[in-house]
């Protein structure tokens, strides 16, 4: 493996490969691993899980880590192409990537959609721009419509839960303040597809997923005998449900105009997760969420207190997953 | 030791070990004690000498840290039990701190006083939710009326230079541009209790420590043989006084109320530590400070130059004192 | 070697034997040489290329590293001796430096030109404050007129680009929005006349370089057979010149006054480097620069994406240089 940038450039062995190491790792560390290995981390965007797992899965396998944040100690980079960068950004990305990645063994970059132009996110121009500029090998620590390293530690989690690979998934939209990213819906719904399951979006009108994220999905599902739908309809989306993945997302009707999204959303408070939700579900029916979760908003406290929440485990399977990344990468 | 959060949870002989751990640490290394060993660090405020005191010493045992601070690089972290989180704050400490405990193996977190509730902050309201959250070894960086690291290295320093167990310890409020927590203050009492010595706390009408914290010093000092008074007498204080010990605080009579406290400090301009202090002390008497200090506001230039002043080794003493205290909640 | 402050506290033998070191640990890694040890680092003023690099040459020679950036999770210091500490400014760099110095083995400083009293910065009044306050071996991360690694580095490309001893040094002022600092240029004509080049400085009216800077690089040309001058022609400057290095700074006619520099750089655009500069060069010249650099401002993107740029071999180079520099510090 030479760079981790989407569940989808790995055939489905792969990613059970990779889950299997994470799990041996989990069980029997292998704490020199990567000694002398360095890593190097790139946020464009906040993190919480994603730089504290990288950084102490890096740890636990011998391995040292650096941290940039553009805007944070350091200046912010340019992007674009032929800019004439007499304002406020100091260094272009062509310069500050490469030099960054010739410090380390394997970088991460972070760099989230950019919300305006929905073509653009959807054929990840800007995260395909840093993969020109790096040779080392890269991992995608989420970009504008995807975040492979989730969707492993999510496939890793149901498997662990014993969720069956033919259950029903329902991706479901819940309430945010404010537009958010496709990168985990996408990256989400792909990877329920590619595990075999029955995979339904659940989403109000306006926040219809675009097609190309939903044919990527059907030919996964095409691949591994799953299959993917999309409904209004919370009856049909719940009934039987085997997993409930609840996120937020922008509306992709008006992608990049604010006002209309929030007028819309304004109408959808009660895109809440509550218990009421599970009435015609599995009785075990699991609750999942990438986090950071709105409470209240997203999803009620009764639920992320209850038993059906398990996103301290998902968030906690980044690191094994990861590790099993950083293992293949970095000992080839 | 499962956790190190208040220097009381600790017997009198736990922490004369903890110390001669520290030095032990100090004339033998141990740069392998504790690798593979992963410290998550937690800053909801400002830290210069926590934070690096924390990562050299974690590395000079062998092990590894990742530093997380809400606001700067991640989201600002919600803390209100029940609340809708559809303002500007992204995750809840409920997801928050369980997942970075999750990522390490050991977990440190400083989060100062609210400051407008006396009773909630006494109580350390906040601090205790942490401590029901996170199930692995845990460290106070620094709470609402705690500071066990710095009460720690403070002990070993006063060791170090043979202040005697009976010394007499004036902890002294001195002037600062604004109120401060009541943290140090209530951990260094305690400690200089704990230790043996004959403690007057010296503050200006306003500014009595609460009884909370007076009570719990004055029953360490009933059980390590010392003593406990205060006084706003200067002279009373300062007569014989082996350590002077200088701290700010906020007025505890208008607890919360900026301005009333602000009214009230304008007039204590004289509460800065000058040699002219000294002249009924013990000739060998030491000033110590926690640091940050405020020159020329809470201690004058030529007391911090002059041969009075420990502070830096008090500072210092941080590193190894922590040191010994990631030995034993790691080394079980 | 106790210090790295200035490349001029070298003898040329020593610096030869530097980069001699750093292409042997290029080659022939030393991943547990410095196990155990700690470098600190403290950015008064933003990083990208420093922090990253030190942090990766120190964990591939086995060490560890703290980065702390006033005001960026801790406090601004304050710099001024004698100051009544009463505003923004919650410690002292008198406690803070020596403090951080406390917890390492080696300390790293970033403290860039205050910029308003030219004699106070070719003084480097504030750096030399720091070296007093720091008894470890003290690495100097850029001060008000010296960048000692980036020469080093830049040496270091050059021999590796076989770029000869003697060769045509051509360092040109470029255009920047705003007045930079003379830490960059003032190393790199001193770093150039010290290896024995033949050096012209090519800068417009009101850029002249200060005559201390003029004259130690010209005494460092003395010694090793080289020379120096300075031109606004550009014809004069480009021909025959086998390296052009350009590198934005504020008028010296006008230092500290933005308003008048400002005034005068704004008739200046033409002092972007494009390949029409290059008609009278060697053929093979090449273009050096010390990142970050506005793209199409001070270069144009046609020379950075173009056979003549060696930028990115420069920023690599700053790793095993540095490593290099530790290597020497800690291992005496």
Known sequence: MKRFLDLADLERDAVLDLIGLAQRLEHKPEPQALAGKILGLVFFNPSLRTLSSFQAGMARL??????????QGTWQLETRLGAVMDADRAEHVREGIPVLASYCDALGIRAFADGKDLEADLAETQFNEFTRLVQKPLINLESAVNHPCQALADWKTMDELHVPQRGKFVLSWVKHPRAL????????????AMRGMEVVVHRPDGYALPDAIMDKARRAAAASGGSVRETEDRDDAMKGATVLYAKEWGSTRHYGDAAADAQLRAKLGHWMVEESWFAKADADCKVMHCLPVRRNVAIADHVLDGPRSVVLREAYNRMPAQMAVLHRLLLA
């Open 62 to 71: 011998g391995g040292s880590s650096f941290v940039i944040t553009p805007g």
């Open 181 to 192: 990213p496709l990168a985990v819906p996408a990256a989400t719904l792909h990877m329920a």
